[in-house]
């Protein structure tokens, strides 16, 4: 019994030191130092000069002699962090480090320098892809890792070109995964109290191993010991479309909208996993395979897409003519739709200019609405609907957010076509009781649930 005791203890004691603070980093630093390097890049800006000054002064601030507000041009120079990938010169760091740049240098550890090219860039990731021409000279490789196995709490080490001082290693502890700074649709940091800064952008977060797990990117400038980096898992998903110069992804074309309690509820859901469609644009991916908006995406493959970032993720990780099946809840009934992915736009426009119609404005208690116009109802792409005119703002409608010029396309799944239709079916609702509004905004499309 006693050597039994003896042995627990013992595990219990190795599995205590396993994450305690290491003796020394410098093992680490010394497998993966070698792969890492800076980045310097200069750019021509121009700069512009009051055309009063540049006229009395005929051009001696650096304008146009001739008095037509010319300009300086100047080069702006600027720091970064990068880590080679292959033996080929492939080399990955952060967008935001070359965007724009004229000429990029590379200068590796042992202190030569190439110029780089970039291959390919991803502004939504802020990931980016150089190329260096070592003619046959040698190089050292990073291992990329995976950021999915990585815990909270494991020891992290960044090395990288704070502030131009290259070398740099600092190191401390993962402190939290998924996070969301509102950044882009595939944000899903990894924070970490290592300390970075102005130039350690674009540089490796590494593990005890010496493996790859982040790309730094991200500095809070008012925080304390706040640093965040891209999964490197993110980065593997796209080298190969880095490396052809052009990062696609897959694209439904749905509106999405969380689920909270009150909308679950008037949907007849028990909890609120999962996303709501909120519209579907005519003619797109989701369009053609038959979704609707009040659909509910439950999984994608297979795979649980409990939250809108998790579907985006997983959808933007596809290629245009992927097809995916989407398994979604329709009025209570839960089926399966396969849906042919396009390519997601660099940017998405909703319309947002309508107008309001004063003589069929009538009140109904806490909300007053006018008919959509038939010209409206088309630059929006609905058949019909109602415009709020006013609301009381101490209403339960207005703190769910119900706003002036909000249409309204539908109560409780039953579509309106005019004031009359929405005072019916809105008058029709109890006090206290449970009401669901799709409704189109400035910002989009997307449902609201109150208790009237």
């Given at each position: 019994m006693?050597?039994?005791?003896?042995?627990?203890c013992?595990?219990?004691l190795?599995?205590?030191?396993?994450?305690?603070?290491?003796?020394?980093?410098?093992?680490?630093?010394?497998?993966?130092?070698?792969?890492?390097?800076?980045?310097?890049?200069?750019?021509?800006?121009?700069?512009?000069?009051?055309?009063?000054?540049?006229?009395?002064?005929g051009?001696?601030?650096?304008?146009?002699?001739?008095?037509?507000?010319?300009?300086?041009?100047?080069?702006?120079s600027?720091?970064?962090?990068?880590f080679?990938?292959?033996?080929?010169?492939?080399?990955?760091?952060?967008?935001?480090?070359?965007?724009?740049?004229?000429?990029?240098?590379?200068?590796?550890?042992d202190e030569r320098?190439?110029?780089?090219?970039?291959?390919?860039?991803?502004?939504?990731?802020d990931?980016?892809?150089?190329?260096?021409?070592?003619?046959?000279a040698?190089?050292?490789?990073?291992?990329l890792?995976?950021?999915?196995?990585?815990?909270?709490?494991?020891?992290?080490v960044?090395?990288?070109?704070?502030?131009?001082?290259g070398?740099?290693?600092?190191?401390?502890?993962?402190s939290?995964?998924g996070?969301?700074?509102?950044?882009?649709?595939?944000d899903n940091?990894?924070?970490?109290?290592?300390?970075i800064?102005?130039?350690?952008?674009?540089?490796?977060?590494?593990?005890?191993?010496?493996?790859?797990?982040?790309?730094?990117?991200?500095?809070?400038?008012?925080?304390?010991?706040?640093?965040?980096?891209?999964?490197?898992?993110?980065?593997?998903?796209i080298?190969p479309?880095l490396?052809?110069g052009?990062?696609?992804?897959?694209?439904i074309?749905?509106?999405?909208?969380p689920?909270?309690e009150?909308?679950?509820?008037s949907?007849g859901?028990?909890?609120?996993?999962?996303?709501?469609i909120a519209?579907?644009?005519?003619?797109?991916?989701?369009?053609?395979?038959?979704?609707?908006?009040g659909?509910?995406?439950i999984?994608?493959?297979?795979?649980k897409?409990?939250?809108?970032?998790t579907?985006?993720?997983i959808?933007?990780?596809?290629?245009p003519n992927?097809?995916?099946v989407?398994?979604?809840?329709?009025?209570?009934?839960?089926?399966?739709?396969?849906?042919?992915l396009?390519?997601?736009?660099?940017?998405?426009?909703?319309a947002?200019?309508?107008g309001?119609?004063?003589?069929?404005?009538?009140?109904?208690?806490?909300?007053?609405?006018?008919?959509?116009?038939?010209?409206?109802?088309?630059?929006l792409?609905?058949?019909?609907?109602v415009v709020?005119?006013?609301?009381?703002?101490?209403?339960?409608?207005?703190?769910?957010?119900?706003?002036?010029?909000?249409?309204?396309v539908?109560?409780?799944?039953k579509?309106?076509?005019?004031?009359?239709?929405?005072?019916?079916?809105?008058?029709k609702?109890?006090?206290g009781?449970?009401?669901?509004?799709k409704?189109?905004?400035?910002?989009?499309?997307?449902?609201?649930?109150f208790?009237k």
């Amino acid at each position: 019994m006693k050597k039994i005791f003896l042995l627990v203890c013992i595990m219990a004691l190795l599995s205590v030191n396993a994450y305690a603070m290491p003796e020394s980093f410098a093992p680490v630093v010394k497998k993966a130092a070698p792969s890492v390097v800076n980045i310097s890049t200069t750019k021509m800006v121009t700069r512009q000069i009051d055309p009063f000054f540049d006229d009395f002064f005929g051009g001696f601030f650096g304008g146009n002699p001739h008095g037509n507000g010319g300009g300086q041009k100047f080069k702006s120079s600027a720091l970064g962090s990068g880590f080679i990938i292959d033996m080929n010169g492939y080399i990955v760091t952060n967008n935001h480090v070359i965007e724009g740049a004229d000429e990029i240098i590379v200068k590796l550890q042992d202190e030569r320098e190439y110029k780089a090219s970039v291959i390919g860039t991803d502004p939504l990731t802020d990931l980016a892809l150089l190329k260096i021409d070592t003619k046959g000279a040698s190089i050292t490789p990073i291992l990329l890792g995976d950021s999915d196995s990585a815990e909270i709490g494991d020891w992290v080490v960044a090395i990288g070109n704070p502030l131009g001082l290259g070398g740099t290693v600092t190191a401390g502890i993962l402190s939290a995964k998924g996070r969301v700074l509102g950044d882009g649709p595939y944000d899903n940091f990894i924070q970490t109290d290592v300390s970075i800064n102005p130039g350690n952008s674009g540089g490796p977060l590494i593990n005890m191993n010496g493996e790859v797990i982040g790309i730094n990117t991200a500095i809070i400038q008012s925080a304390q010991g706040l640093g965040f980096a891209v999964p490197v898992n993110m980065l593997k998903n796209i080298i190969p479309k880095l490396k052809q110069g052009k990062v696609t992804r897959g694209w439904i074309g749905v509106t999405l909208q969380p689920l909270d309690e009150k909308l679950a509820k008037s949907f007849g859901l028990s909890d609120t996993k999962g996303v709501l469609i909120a519209d579907v644009s005519p003619g797109e991916p989701g369009d053609k395979a038959g979704l609707k908006a009040g659909d509910i995406v439950i999984a994608v493959d297979g795979k649980k897409a409990d939250d809108s970032r998790t579907l985006v993720g997983i959808i933007g990780s596809k290629s245009p003519n992927d097809r995916v099946v989407l398994t979604i809840i329709r009025d209570g009934k839960q089926r399966n739709i396969t849906v042919t992915l396009g390519e997601r736009p660099v940017e998405g426009q909703v319309a947002s200019n309508y107008g309001n119609n004063k003589k069929q404005e009538k009140r109904a208690g806490d909300i007053t609405v006018t008919a959509l116009s038939n010209e409206d109802a088309r630059s929006l792409g609905v058949s019909s609907g109602v415009v709020i005119t006013d609301i009381d703002t101490k209403s339960n409608a207005y703190g769910a957010g119900l706003r002036k010029g909000d249409v309204i396309v539908w109560v409780n799944r039953k579509s309106i076509a005019n004031p009359d239709e929405f005072y019916q079916t809105y008058n029709k609702v109890k006090k206290g009781d449970l009401v669901a509004f799709k409704i189109l905004s400035r910002s989009g499309s997307r449902f609201i649930a109150f208790n009237k």
